[in-house]
């Protein structure tokens, strides 16, 4: 299909598609003409995922054009495909943690929490992952505003995560093939998390309302 | 205590606090000449809040103060006064739905998903609710993708995020005064977000390396 075709069923203008293009976040076309190019449905396919990632994720242009490099770089092998590519997602509220007294006391209830769900994949990366440092940056946030957090109150938040990587694992590997394992890991890591805490709000509204209106227990 | 100290104490320099009291963020001090006020231990706690909401939570300062009336609304029955305060936060990745083909789809999946939970509280609410919109806006954007998001794909979520709220719920109760728990019901909704997602990362990255790189499963 020319430009104006995939313009039509991506949804994606053809100024911003020849701006992904010249960002190298779209593979180029077969070029066809001197002016033309032909375009696939692979294009239509990563136009969506480049959207998605900048569009819904907030992920910057740069990172985004890292995600799907990671993605595509077949020297690694498929877990560190996967890794690369959710690693160099945007961590929006990663807080600077650096000379921060709490911050040590935080890092030691993370490790005590992973040593804790057992695991000892992310034990043995400790702070080079940013989720980590995320964890450790809310941790202590959390204890400086004199809020209970310690392994008693992240454990059950850590095995939820733990049911609901297995679930998002499951229906990775939905998909046929490692490329596109790779796309819907980046995808599905970037677009389930609105849906996990908008989910988690509708739940509180819900449990709220239980507790503290006389509000039905369900059937 | 004086302004210095309250900056001391609460580690918000002097200016910042300032800042806050023009903006109404803080309650003034008790006036004890013409240039100085006394502060107190509930300045020092709303100034940790403040500064949660505003760096942490990355909400603007004139959803701060909406949040800040809300929690004080002492003509709302409690449940509300939770309720209104939490629904103020911003939602980040809230995206528009309007003139969205894919919206009115995603909205009858929601709607399925809550009748299944039993959720009756956001059933009522609906597309009042900036949770829900978030939701619709999200599984939206997963079905444009072509990934698969329906009621079975969001049931695990939703089930998980209702274990969340108990415990969440039974933390914020713990607080000993109302005004309290409408306090901790913000900063925990806000505070425990990025623990919530860095959490579902590390899960997926030691879930990746159980499946993909014959991981040892825990003992």
Not at 87 to 111: F, I, K, S, Y
Not at 130 to 140: C, D, E, F, H, S
Request: hydrophobic share 45%; proline share 5%; charged share 25%.
């Amino acid at each position: 299909m020319r430009l104006a075709e995939l313009s039509e069923r991506s949804g994606v203008s053809t100024a911003t598609i020849k701006y992904y293009l010249r960002e190298g976040l779209l593979q180029p076309g077969r070029r066809i003409s001197a002016t033309q190019a032909e375009y696939g449905d692979e294009h239509v396919r990563r136009l969506r995922l480049v959207r998605a990632l900048i569009q819904l994720g907030k992920v910057p242009v740069a990172t985004a054009r890292e995600v799907i490099a990671a993605a595509e770089d077949t020297s690694l092998d498929h877990h560190w495909r996967l890794g690369a590519a959710t690693w160099a997602l945007a961590h929006g509220r990663e807080a600077a943690t650096d000379d921060d007294p709490a911050a040590e006391a935080a890092a030691r209830t993370v490790n005590a929490l992973l040593e804790h769900l057992d695991w000892r994949h992310d034990q043995e990366l400790g702070e080079l992952s940013p989720a980590y440092r995320t964890l450790v940056a809310a941790v202590a946030s959390l204890r400086r505003l004199g809020y209970p957090c310690g392994v008693a109150q992240l454990l059950p938040y850590g095995r939820l995560a733990a049911q609901l990587a297995v679930s998002d694992l499951d229906l990775i590997e939905e998909e046929p093939t490692p490329a596109a394992q790779i796309e819907a890991a980046v995808a599905l890591t970037v677009l389930y998390e609105p849906v996990l805490l908008s989910l988690r709000r509708l739940a509180h509204a819900e449990e709220s309302a239980r507790r503290f209106t006389g509000g039905e227990k369900p059937a």
